[in-house]
């Protein structure tokens, strides 16, 4: 008797409404969400083009230069790396590509191989410049802050750390070795040669097939296109210079990865994303910038001693766009995945289906990327620094003959990056 009226009370009738109807939500949703799944999963095959003669015809005769940085990355060179770049050339046509390879200072086998490297390209007549420098960390250094006249060197900085006086910064460094990698480009240049795309190539595992998905990223409209990262997945690997379509970081590692409503979209549907900044193991860029004049840069000394950095990757980007030359957009392209070990690699690329993302992991993916845009700040406290000492840096610019302005404030994070023998160093 008891049981009856107190299962028609009006509380007990409302309360079995409200969880009925969010259970049906939450169906629908799931439903809902699995059917985008097979969207996603069909666009990531949609925009994969295995061979050359699948490219829109335009994008089939490109001329490519292909440049490579080392730094210590002997196995993988060995093992995944100098194949795959001499499959992509057969792929290409050696017609159509020329390579430049700069190493330095290495603490593995790495000139070796590049020198092995440098000597198959040779044999098969494919147009390069291979540059092993027998520079050092230690002799960059070693040099100290002052040139022979005894004037500071550009590039070191005051740090934090206790009694270290003047250290190197890492970036200046790294881009002054991008610009080297450049050089071949520009002399090409003088000569009347000149190349549609720069493929910057890291020291990842990738088929020649990505690189062709990659150079038909939004039909090969495009400033820059970038592939994903992965080093340990589902995480991608490099947030220092990924920046969603409105300049903010990606509010998590793995899928769907952004906060801006534009770039999360894209990525949720399998396409090729609009995003601020990207690099993410492998790029390719317009080269009118570069023929124009763009050039790989550090921020200035003076702003990276207010304990900030960025990446010479992301100002690359928000320089183009300063030039009003990024006008094709910057897209980080899902179809195109490379990793920095083959089992990274290999376990984003499983599926014979080509997607990337499992039904679970795209569910579960956008229901807790919800809950972190709901919990999010409107602004993060690292933004808030960063904006904060940039502040101080161009208000102390009466006291300078320096003109103080920087177009790449979404590149800038609260870190010091420092130059030491073995590798690099937050302060
Ligand atoms: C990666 O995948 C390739 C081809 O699918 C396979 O031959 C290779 O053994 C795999 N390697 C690892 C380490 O899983
Ligand atoms: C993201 O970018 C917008 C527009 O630039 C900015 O207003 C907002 O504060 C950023 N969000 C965070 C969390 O920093």
Not at 13 to 25: D, Q
Not at 264 to 274: H, I, P, S, T, W
Not at 295 to 324: G, Q, W, Y
Not at 395 to 419: F, V, Y
């Amino acid at each position: 008797m008891f049981l009856r009226t107190y299962r028609r009370s009006p509380q007990r009738r409302l309360l079995r409404a409200v969880v009925f109807i969010l259970g049906a939500l939450f169906l629908l949703d799931l439903l809902t969400l699995l059917k985008h799944h097979r969207e996603f999963s069909r666009n990531l095959v949609a925009h994969s083009y295995p061979e050359l003669s699948t490219l829109p015809s335009p994008l089939q005769n490109q001329k490519i230069f292909i440049c490579a940085q080392f730094w210590t990355s002997a196995k993988i060179i060995q093992d995944r790396w100098g194949q795959a770049l001499l499959d992509l050339i057969g792929v290409l046509g050696k017609d159509n590509v020329y390579v430049s390879i700069y190493e330095s200072g290495s603490l593995d086998d790495t000139k070796a191989i590049l020198q092995f490297l440098d000597k198959v390209l040779a044999d098969n007549n494919i147009p390069r410049t291979v540059i092993l420098d027998p520079t050092t960390h230690a002799d960059e250094i070693n040099a100290g802050p002052l040139d022979e006249q005894g004037n500071p060197r550009p590039g070191w900085i005051q740090t934090t750390t206790v009694g270290a006086g003047k250290e190197m910064r890492r970036i200046p460094y790294l881009a002054r070795l991008r610009n080297r990698v450049l050089q071949p480009l520009f002399n090409l240049h003088s000569k009347g040669q000149t190349y549609d795309k720069i493929l910057f190539l890291n020291d990842v595992v990738f088929r020649p097939s990505d690189v062709l998905s990659l150079l038909a990223t939004n039909q090969g409209s495009f400033s820059a296109a970038c592939a994903l990262d992965f080093h340990y997945p589902p995480a991608y690997y490099d947030t220092f210079v990924l920046r969603d379509s409105q300049g903010n970081g990606t509010i998590m590692t793995s899928f769907p990865y952004f906060e801006s409503p534009d770039s999360r979209e894209a990525m949720l549907q399998g396409r090729a994303v609009k995003v601020r900044s990207c690099w993410n193991g492998m790029v390719a860029m317009d080269s009118s910038p570069f023929y124009e004049g763009l050039r790989f840069r550090a921020l200035p000394d003076s702003l990276a001693s207010k304990h900030v950095e960025a990446s010479e990757c992301c100002l690359i980007h928000t320089d183009m766009a300063a030039m009003n030359m990024a006008g094709s957009g910057v897209y980080l392209n899902p179809a195109v995945r490379v990793g920095y070990t083959v089992e990274a690699y290999n376990s984003t690329h499983t599926d014979p289906d080509g997607t990337f993302v499992s039904s679970t992991q795209y569910v579960s993916g956008v229901w807790s990327n919800r809950i972190k845009r709901i919990l999010a700040p409107r602004v993060t406290k690292q933004a808030k620094e960063v904006a904060k000492r940039m502040e101080r840096w161009t208000r102390e610019s009466k006291d300078s003959l320096e003109k103080r302005e920087e177009n790449g404030q979404l590149c800038i994070i609260p870190e010091q990056h420092i130059l030491i023998w073995n590798g690099w160093k937050h302060t």
